[in-house]
């Protein structure tokens, strides 16, 4: 099970762009890396899906290096309403038992302020 | 497509007292997984399944048991519930390496 560590808490400000960076030192060939936000009494919403190298979608970036380690998740020109917890998940496609044990990390909570 | 739906939103149970939470997906997934959160903390894994028929332990399942008799329901049953279970329990469901797709969650007080 690829384990996860990410930073506990980050301030930024309206218009900034925020980077969190996820380390899964032992992760599997097969998985992918998943992230989350979560607001208050809310379930877990997804952000954004890679495997390797970069992705781009209409809310956010997915960085990975080429030894998939880590991941950064890049948050451009943030607002208050992305204040939140974010989440980085590794995991397969059901391809190994294991991989489908998904588990959280701790999460980052980030703060937009104006 | 109602995705993932919970039910009961909320419960309050007395202590020794049992209870079914239910969660259906009408998206055909083939994964379906429990949570649990407890306040200001990440979620915990309880139970999973990877198809019908079949159940697998998460990281907290003490306390707990579950039943997948159909794809698109997954049970999560309190036998004896105790204040510590006190939590928001949420269900998510999955497909081959697709995202989790989360419910809305219930809000259950063990007194």
């Known amino acids: 099970l690829a384990k996860t560590t990410q930073p506990i808490s980050m301030d930024s400000y309206e218009g900034q762009e925020v980077n969190i960076t996820c380390s899964h030192n032992n992760i599997a060939t097969n998985d992918y890396i998943t992230w989350y936000q979560q607001f208050p009494s809310q379930g877990p919403r997804f952000i954004i899906q890679?495997?390797?190298t970069k992705v781009t979608n209409e809310v956010a970036s997915l960085f990975i290096p080429a030894d998939r380690k880590s991941s950064t998740l890049s948050l451009p020109r943030v607002s208050l309403s992305d204040t939140a917890v974010y989440y980085c998940l590794v995991g397969d496609g059901g391809l190994t038992g294991g991989g489908n044990k998904l588990t959280f990390g701790t999460g980052t909570q980030l703060k937009v302020e104006l | 497509n109602a995705g993932v739906t919970q039910t009961p939103k909320f419960r309050v149970l007395k202590t020794g007292q049992s209870m079914t939470l239910l969660c259906a997906q009408d998206?055909?997934?083939?994964?379906m997984y429990w949570y649990r959160q407890d306040p200001g903390m990440g979620l915990r894994l309880i139970h999973y399944s990877v198809g019908e028929g079949t159940t697998a332990k998460g990281e907290v399942p003490d306390g707990y048991n579950v039943s997948r008799l159909k794809k698109q329901n997954f049970l999560l049953g309190l036998e004896s519930a105790a204040p510590s279970q006190t939590s928001v329990y949420f269900c998510?469901?999955?497909?081959?390496?697709?995202?989790?797709?989360f419910g809305n969650g219930t809000r259950l007080t063990v007194t």
């Open positions: 998510a469901s999955r497909t081959g390496n697709s995202p989790l797709h």
């Open positions: 998206m055909n997934h083939e994964y």
């Open positions: 890679g495997y390797k």
